[in-house]
C-alpha cells in the first residue's frame, strides 16, 4: 500500500481530546459493504447507498475498488459515461486509474493521489486503467467517493483539483501510534488541500497495531468510519470493526478507535481506516444512475440532455471506445 507515508515522530500531533469532558461518538451501525460490478465488470465493494441515506448526508456512495492482483489483460475500468448534480474523490492507494473528460479535464491518479471532479451542471468522462497497466498487470487498489452538492450549486461549472500524495497534509496521533493523512476539511486546526463545495473531511489514517487514535472531530458534522484493511475497534464502546465495514457514529465531539494487536498480513503496517464525515444539506434526492437532483423533473431534464448531447461529447481521439450510449448507464 504505497500511499504516502511518514516518520510519525516528525509530524504534527493531534491533540488527545480530555477525558472528563469528551462526549465520544458512539457506533450506531455496523455495515458490512455489498459487492456490485461496475463499468467493464470490475467488482467494488459498496457499503453505502443501501441503507437510510439520511445518515451519510452528504455523501451518496463509497466504492471500494480491491486490493486486487489483476493478471496482464484483467484490468478494466469504466467507459464513457455522464454525470450532473455531485462530485466524485477518487482515492487511489495502489495501481493507476486515467479519467478523461468532455472538458478536456482529467489525468493519471496513482500511488497515494486523489482527483475531485465536481460534475455540476454536467459532463461525459471515462475511468480507465492506463493501457501499460493493463498489459502488465498489477496490485491495483482504491476508493471512489460520490458527495452530493445543494441545490444552489447543482449547476456550477465543471472543475478538477488533483491531489498528488505529497500534497496531502500529514499528521500523527497524540502519541505517534497513527499516521494521518488529511486529503479535505480540518482536523484540529489542520487543513488539507481539497477544496470542498460541501463542507466534509476526508481523511485516510494507518493506525499501528495495537495503537489507539483519538481526535477531535466537529459536533455538526456526521461521522463514519471504513475499514480499507485490517481489524480494530471504534466508539467508547470498542465495536468491532473488519475489512469491508462501515461504522456510522451518533452525536458527539470525538471519535476513538483502536487497532488490533495482531493484524493480517495485508495490513502488515497497521490498521487502514478513511475517516469521513460531512455538514448533511437536508434537501430531497432524486437519482438514477449517474444523475443526483432534487426532483424527478431535474432527473428527466439529466437524461434528455445526455441524449441530445448536451452534457458535451467525446473527443475525437477518444471514439474507439465504447460510451455508456451503448449499455445502460452506470450506478
Given at each position: ?7 510519525t ?25 455489498a ?30 475498488l ?5 493478471a ?33 479535464g ?14 455540476g451542471?454536467g ?81 485516510h ?34 465495536r468491532?470493526?473488519?475489512e ?33 464525515g ?14 443526483v437532483?432534487?426532483t ?19 473527443p ?16
Amino acid at each position: 500500500m504505497p500511499a504516502i507515508t511518514a516518520d510519525t515522530l516528525t509530524l504534527p500531533r493531534l491533540q488527545r481530546p480530555t477525558e472528563p469532558t469528551t462526549a465520544w461518538r458512539p457506533v450506531q451501525r455496523v455495515v458490512t459493504a455489498a459487492r456490485h460490478v461496475e463499468g467493464e465488470g470490475f467488482v467494488v465493494r459498496r457499503p453505502f447507498p443501501g441503507f437510510d441515506l439520511a445518515l451519510v448526508d452528504p455523501f451518496l456512495l463509497l466504492d471500494h475498488l480491491g486490493a486486487v492482483e489483476y493478471a496482464p489483460g484483467e484490468a478494466k475500468g469504466a467507459p464513457w459515461h455522464p454525470h450532473r448534480g455531485f462530485e466524485t474523490v477518487t482515492y487511489i492507494l495502489d495501481g493507476a486509474f486515467e479519467h478523461t473528460d468532455s472538458t478536456g479535464g482529467g489525468g493519471l491518479i496513482t500511488d497515494g493521489a486523489t482527483q475531485w471532479m465536481t460534475a455540476g451542471a454536467g459532463l461525459l468522462h471515462s475511468e480507465l486503467p492506463p493501457q501499460e497497466f493493463v498489459a502488465k498487470g498489477g496490485l491495483f487498489h482504491g476508493v471512489q467517493l460520490w458527495v452530493n452538492l445543494p441545490r444552489s450549486l447543482k449547476w456550477t461549472p465543471p472543475r478538477y483539483q488533483n491531489i498528488g500524495a505529497r500534497n496531502v497534509t500529514l499528521l500523527a496521533s497524540d502519541d505517534g501510534g497513527a499516521l494521518v493523512r488529511l486529503i479535505a476539511g480540518d482536523l484540529d486546526g489542520h487543513a488539507g488541500p481539497g477544496v470542498t463545495w460541501t463542507p466534509i473531511t476526508y481523511a485516510h489514517a494507518t493506525v499501528a497495531p495495537g495503537a489507539r487514535l483519538a481526535l477531535r472531530w466537529p459536533r455538526e458534522f456526521n461521522a463514519l468510519v471504513y475499514v480499507l484493511a485490517g481489524r480494530g475497534s471504534v466508539g467508547p464502546d470498542a465495536r468491532p470493526l473488519d475489512e469491508g465495514q462501515l461504522a456510522v457514529l451518533g452525536a458527539g465531539d470525538a471519535l476513538t478507535m483502536r487497532a488490533s494487536d495482531s493484524q493480517p498480513l495485508a495490513a502488515a503496517a497497521g490498521w487502514e481506516v478513511l475517516l469521513l464525515g460531512g455538514l448533511p444539506i437536508r434537501e430531497p434526492i432524486a437519482r438514477y444512475g449517474p444523475f443526483v437532483m432534487n426532483t424527478r423533473a431535474e432527473i428527466i431534464q439529466a437524461v434528455e440532455d445526455f441524449q441530445a448531447g448536451r452534457l458535451g461529447v467525446v473527443p475525437a481521439a477518444h471514439m474507439p471506445h465504447r460510451t455508456s450510449a451503448d449499455s445502460p448507464l452506470p450506478a
